[in-house]
């Protein structure tokens, strides 16, 4: 089955404790991206990556790290999270971005931060 | 940056009613697309729709960029349908960037 899995579904952390989401595909996209949802604010987008080892950062980049090193993950690092980053993360593909193909989403991560 | 405006914010339907929910963007853009985001809080990609008309089962949407709009026409609506609907657009130029709007809030009753 096509699909974009994150893991893991909740996270309770504290604050500065290193963490990281992972995230990976299996319809060989080139294209993915992760987005934070808040309330009020909507979905935006924090970092995106059109290839391997090519990454930009998108509206929220502040206080977060990605990496592309192979095609199919593409994981989130937050390396001192803060009260502030407590957020429902999103990673998201598409094949070559969503300028020409439709952005597929996974299931989410509630991230809660002490 | 690009401003998407949604609307209505809320909506709340009787099964089987009609609806229509409205994007409206303030730039050209390259494309758009249509999100069902479910009451777990999955987001579903309903349409890839940067012009014109498409149609998926009960759900239809319409872009009309040349006016910086595109609709979302839901019928004979179910309490499966309930949830937020997205539209996200990625300006002209914009480098595969889509921007989300705030969502309509669905919420169809028996």
């Known amino acids: 089955e096509a699909q974009v899995t994150q893991n893991p579904r909740y996270l309770i952390t504290v604050t500065g404790k290193k963490l990281t989401v992972t995230c990976s595909q299996n319809?060989?996209?080139?294209?993915m991206s992760w987005y934070r949802q808040d309330p009020g604010l909507g979905l935006r987008q924090i970092y995106y990556?059109?290839?391997?080892?090519?990454?930009d950062k998108g509206d929220v980049p502040e206080g977060y790290k990605v990496s592309r090193k192979e095609k199919r993950n593409f994981p989130l690092i937050l390396e001192s999270p803060s009260p502030n980053q407590t957020s429902l993360y999103f990673c998201?593909?598409?094949?070559?971005?969503?300028?020409?193909?439709?952005?597929?989403f996974g299931s989410g991560t509630q991230l809660s931060v002490l | 940056g690009i401003q998407v405006e949604q609307s209505p914010p809320d909506l709340i339907l009787q099964e089987g009613a009609n609806s229509t929910l409205r994007c409206n963007f303030s730039?050209?853009?390259?494309?758009l697309q249509w999100f069902h985001q479910n009451p777990w809080g999955q987001l579903i990609n309903l349409f890839y729709?940067?012009?014109g008309t498409k149609q998926n089962g009960r759900l239809s949407a319409t872009t009309v960029a040349t006016e910086r709009y595109s609709l979302l026409y839901i019928s004979s609506s179910q309490t499966t349908d309930s949830g937020v609907y997205f539209c996200?657009?990625?300006?002209?130029?914009?480098?595969?960037?889509?921007?989300f709007g705030t969502g309509t809030q669905l919420k169809v009753e028996l």
């Open positions: 729709i940067p012009s």
């Open positions: 996200a657009v990625e300006r002209t130029g914009g480098g595969n960037k889509l921007t």
């Open positions: 998201a593909s598409s094949g070559w971005g969503p300028t020409n193909e439709k952005l597929f």
């Open positions: 730039d050209s853009v390259n494309n």
């Open positions: 990556s059109m290839n391997v080892e090519v990454t």
């Open positions: 319809m060989n996209h080139e294209y």
